[in-house]
């Protein structure tokens, strides 16, 4: 049974950093990302990495100021997150999929429960 736990978020002001984790089991994944979801908003891609991790690809609003990156050996893969923005705050979820890369969340097959980030101004 695959299972995504994410882990790390919090509340930071703006301008400030928070790293989030997810941990991965049950199975072998070739692409992992991240998505986020606002109060009355869609969810919307973040960012996604491919299974060696060299691969990585970025929402524009993000670009510069998110890194993700994954550790096969323990299954994770972390989104670092620097430069926060009020807009940034949302529900974060990690996803694992076997295409990459894919902004469509439908290419995704699993999904974490996610985590709350907030940025206050």
């Known amino acids: 049974q695959v299972q995504l736990v994410e882990s790390g978020g919090g509340l930071v002001q703006a301008g400030g950093s928070l790293r989030l984790s997810c941990a991965a089991s049950?199975?072998?994944?070739?692409?992992m990302g991240w998505f986020r979801q606002a109060p009355g908003k869609e969810r919307e891609f973040v960012a996604a990495?491919?299974?060696?991790?060299?691969?990585?690809y970025y929402a524009d609003s993000v670009k510069v100021r998110f890194t993700i990156s994954r550790d096969n050996a323990k299954n994770t893969i972390d989104l670092q997150m620097n430069s926060l923005k009020p807009e940034d705050t949302a529900v974060y979820y990690c996803?694992?999929?076997?295409?990459?890369?894919?902004?469509?969340?439908?290419?995704?097959?699993?999904w974490g429960q996610g985590t709350q980030v907030t940025v206050s101004s």
């Open positions: 996803a694992v999929g076997s295409t990459y890369p894919a902004i469509d969340d439908r290419r995704y097959d699993y």
């Open positions: 990495i491919d299974w060696s991790g060299s691969g990585t």
């Open positions: 049950g199975g072998t994944f070739y692409a």
